[in-house]
């Protein structure tokens, strides 16, 4: 199996390549010229917003991991450019140069609406406004309706690694005024890995599947793993389920996370 993996230089790409190796997979990885990736990945030079250099890249490959995006920026016209327009040459050129190949895309929880009276479900009807999340609903339809063997992953907020992306999330969310007792779906690096991996047996052909892990926890709760002095408080709480996903469907089809609490992965030293 050859599998193509475009962000790979990001947050989540380079862990996941890492492991991807480890686990046997010949990858290939489509990479800007002077960016590193992980020992024992073939480096295919090009950009998804540059359709001519996408052949290359997705020749002969067996699936496509696509975690490109763009997020952490004010340019909404970008995020759009890169999100949308950056899958679709993707899917073209799947399309033209390895139509049988499995094609897995990143979303993300953030498509979830704010106010939901339940955790949010794949089967919802989503309707985000922020550029984010609506450009990758946009994608997702677009990756449906392409005619390839598809399989959307929607991922919540990710840590460990030492990535510090947890660590710096009760400073951020305590700045946005979120209630203490609000909770948050979230995934390890490695169950990543465990839901692409599971993802490539085919399990998730034609569907869309939430992954997180077992516990969500807390602001509370997280900033006390962190040692953050988090303001507590007993008004009630609104909107009870943002940032929080169902995962059923995902454990039907056997994803079973290998770091099922942030508790575990402190205990383990993998924070």
Same mark, same amino acid.
């Given at each position: 199996m050859t599998i193509l993996v475009t962000g790979g230089t990001g947050l989540v790409g380079p862990r996941l390549l890492k492991r991807f190796v480890e686990a046997g997979i010949d990858c290939r990885a489509l990479v800007r010229p002077g960016k590193e990736l992980p020992a024992g990945v073939t480096a295919v030079e090009g950009d998804i917003l540059s359709p001519d250099s996408l052949a290359a890249a #997705? %020749?002969? #490959?067996? /699936?496509i991991v696509h975690l490109a995006a763009l997020f952490r920026t004010? *340019? %909404? *016209? @970008?995020?759009?450019? #890169?999100?949308?327009e950056g899958t679709r040459n993707l899917i /073209? /050129? /799947?399309q033209e140069h390895a139509p049988d190949a499995r094609f897995l895309m990143a979303s993300t929880s953030n498509v979830y609406d704010l106010d939901t009276s339940?955790? =949010?479900r794949e089967t919802d009807e989503v309707s985000p406004t922020l550029a984010y999340p609506a450009s990758k609903i946009e994608a997702e339809k677009e990756l449906r309706?392409? =005619?390839l063997n598809w399989g959307v992953l929607r991922l919540?907020?990710?840590?460990? *690694?030492?990535d510090g992306h947890l660590e710096a999330l009760p400073g951020q969310v305590a700045?946005?005024?979120w209630h203490p007792a @609000?909770?948050?779906s979230v995934v390890h690096h490695e169950d990543i890995a465990t839901a692409f991996e599971l993802a490539l047996t085919g399990v998730m052909d034609g569907r869309t599947v939430n992954i997180a892990d077992e516990s969500p926890l807390t602001m509370y709760e997280i900033a006390e793993i962190l040692d953050y002095a988090y303001e507590p408080s007993a008004e009630p709480l609104t909107n009870p389920w943002k940032g929080h996903m169902d995962v059923t469907l995902a454990r039907s089809l056997g994803f079973q996370p290998k770091v099922p609490t942030i508790y575990q992965a402190v205990r383990e030293g993998r924070l």
């Open positions: #997705v %020749e002969g #490959v067996s /699936a004010s *340019d %909404e *016209d @970008q995020i759009w450019k #890169v999100n949308l /073209a /050129a /799947a339940h955790p =949010g309706k392409s =005619g919540p907020f990710i840590y460990g *690694d030492r700045g946005m005024k @609000q909770k948050l």
